[in-house]
């Protein structure tokens, strides 16, 4: 309680507008949904999933898959209070369970974005599959089934937004400069709105979004078919991207 699952870590419109992150509600505010820039408001105020026990190697493995040390660091540690579902659900006290101190990952500062974007169809299926999975509160997952979502691309769009993305990656690898490279998802995400505006300033969006897309795509054209003919296998975000739209 007290939580909510935001999607403003700004990650890369429009193939993948935004991630996952946890965000504080002000308790005093009663309004703080449209202030902190919730799409589709829950209405418990809550943020629910599981909770998991890692040893220090397991920790730091998953940390490091976020980018944890590194100047590309997008995630932040957080403490909070975790309620079980038993202390709600379970009317036999014997089989209550204490709240418990966890940590858990907020999107760090420089980005985080002020209004939440419409995650990708992609994104979306897994965390409802995950909710699923883990057998969270039916509310809560049709919240997560409600939730607006990123249209799928028009199959020009989507190419050149993954070419895009390889010189994107190769730029992060090469220059290792986190405030270069930031510049163009910064750039794509002030155009972007999402799927809730009306349609003549998603179709304006669309057209700003395609602009700034070209010059990056007839570089990455060039670069990824030199790696397909050298035999440099892709890197694995840009690979399963390739096959989930394919």
Not at 15 to 36: F, Y
Request: aromatic residues 10%.
């Amino acid at each position: 309680p007290g939580y909510r699952l935001a999607f403003n870590s700004r990650t890369f419109p429009p193939l993948e507008p935004a991630m996952a992150s946890i965000e504080p509600i002000l308790p005093q505010d009663s309004s703080c949904w449209t202030q902190c820039g919730a799409l589709h408001p829950n209405a418990d105020n809550s943020c629910h999933g599981a909770l998991v026990q890692l040893n220090p190697d397991q920790y730091a493995k998953l940390w490091r898959s976020e980018g944890g040390g590194t100047n590309a660091q997008t995630y932040e540690e957080i403490v909070v209070t975790v309620y079980p579902y038993y202390n709600v659900d379970d009317s036999n006290s014997n089989n209550k369970k204490e709240p418990v101190r966890a940590i858990a990952l907020r999107v760090r500062q420089h980005n985080r974005l002020r209004q939440d974007m419409c995650p990708s169809v992609r994104y979306m299926t897994l965390l409802c599959q995950g909710a699923a999975e883990l057998g969270l509160q039916e509310h809560y997952q049709q919240w997560l089934l409600d939730h607006p979502v990123q249209p799928v691309l028009s199959w020009m769009v989507h190419k050149l937004s993954l070419y895009n993305l390889v010189v994107y990656m190769m730029s992060r690898t090469i220059l290792k400069r986190p405030s270069i490279t930031r510049f163009l998802p910064w750039l794509l995400s002030a155009v972007y709105v999402p799927s809730t505006r009306p349609r003549p300033q998603r179709l304006l969006s669309n057209i700003a979004t395609v602009y700034i897309l070209i010059p990056g795509f007839l570089v990455g054209f060039v670069v990824r078919n030199y790696m397909h003919l050298a035999g440099i296998p892709p890197h694995p975000i840009l690979k399963l991207l390739e096959q989930h739209k394919s």
